[in-house]
């Protein structure tokens, strides 16, 4: 793989707890990492075509390995960056859960299963 396999730039947030001015706890979201990937659309599993029959879309994404890669984990959130829309402040479209983190089996990448379509 080259650098111009690397067609999507991505994001991953990681949820800090936050007190508004009345004294309530809320969810925010902190940038930790940015980068270029590349997304593959997982097809061929049980558990891929039942997702897509949910509604839910399962992509394979591929970064380059470095620290914050690797620090990564399945409470972070990950935002397509060239997709994301926003409704008041919030990203509507292009938010992705983070399934499953490999960044073991290779080291000069990290290798992520991401869903759409469900609630962060």
Request: glycine content about 10%; some cysteine; overall charge neutral.
């Amino acid at each position: 793989m080259t650098a111009g396999d690397l067609t999507e730039r991505v994001a991953f947030d990681l949820p800090t707890g936050a007190v508004d001015e009345y004294g309530n706890p809320y969810q925010q979201w902190t940038r930790v990492h940015e980068c270029r990937a590349e997304f593959r659309y997982s097809g061929g599993g049980e558990a891929a075509q039942a997702a897509r029959l949910e509604g839910r879309s399962i992509f394979k994404v591929k970064i380059r390995s470095c620290i914050a890669a690797r620090a990564l984990t399945t409470e972070h959130r990950m935002l397509d960056l060239r997709r994301v829309t926003y409704d008041g402040g919030v990203p509507q479209f292009g938010v992705y859960n983070i399934r499953q983190i490999d960044a073991i089996s290779d080291r000069a990448w990290v290798y992520i299963t991401a869903e759409a379509g469900v609630a962060a």
